[in-house]
């Protein structure tokens, strides 16, 4: 069984994410401050951790670097109430794996441990997860929210192309390269009325796909 060390703090939370992982079949144990989790994760080498940012005693990112100075190489998921782009890279910086914000549904949560297993195991990612969206590349089949989402085979692969580059601006020529296999350098209304139709099918998650005018577009994973 998996064991996973939980770093945190806030007992509202940590209680229902304990229950969260257990009832995802993890073997869990419990720690609320950043000394202890050090002590706990040098003494019983979980396989992964679930590691707050707002901690007592040591904050998460420096729980975080001090592990990976001591060769500590398991998976860390950071979560996080911070919002700006620079304390997430920091946290990226600081050895973390990926990072989950808050508040996170437990679907998403399960969702990304399950990708990071899969990473340090050495088989290939199947699951692309942001915002509330799954996209399992292996049976092709797209959940937001829980909910199934029917997509054409054309607005999944410019979902994939979008998700495995989040954060990264996709311009309109690579996407009709990816995804129509066309170098054509004319009207693109083609390709925009699809990534409308992607966005209405996705709800209130479709606002995470931006356009970035002039450029092309981006998935913004939060």
């Not at 939370?13 to 992982?21: K, Q």
């Not at 869990?28 to 080498?45: I, M, N, Q, R, Y």
């Not at 709800?203 to 994973?221: K, N, P, Q, V, Y």
């Amino acid at each position: 069984m998996t064991r996973i060390l939980v770093v945190e703090d806030d007992l509202e939370i940590a209680g229902p994410l304990v229950r969260t992982l257990q009832g995802g079949g993890y073997s869990v144990a419990l720690v609320g401050d950043g000394l202890s989790a050090l002590e706990k994760a040098k003494t019983t080498k979980p396989d992964m951790i679930v590691l707050d940012l707002g901690l007592p005693s040591m904050d998460g990112l420096d729980v975080c670097r001090n592990l990976r100075a001591q060769k500590l190489d398991m998976p860390i998921l950071i979560l996080t109430a911070r919002t700006s782009e620079l304390d997430l890279v920091v946290g990226l910086d600081a050895g973390a794996d990926d990072y989950i914000m808050k508040p996170f549904k437990s679907s998403e949560l399960l969702a990304r441990l399950r990708a990071l297993m899969r990473r340090v195991d050495g088989h290939d990612v199947t699951e692309l997860i942001g915002n509330g969206i799954v996209l399992n590349t292996e049976a092709r089949s797209c959940t937001c929210n829980e909910v199934e989402v029917a997509l054409t085979s054309t607005e999944y692969q410019l979902l994939e192309l979008l998700m495995r580059n989040s954060g990264r601006v996709i311009s309109r020529q690579q996407i009709l390269r990816d995804v129509w296999n066309t170098d054509w350098s004319g009207s693109t209304k083609n390709l925009d009325m699809h990534v409308s139709a992607l966005r209405r099918k996705l709800g209130e998650e479709g606002e995470h796909i931006s356009t970035i005018r002039g450029l092309g577009f981006r998935f913004d994973r939060t």
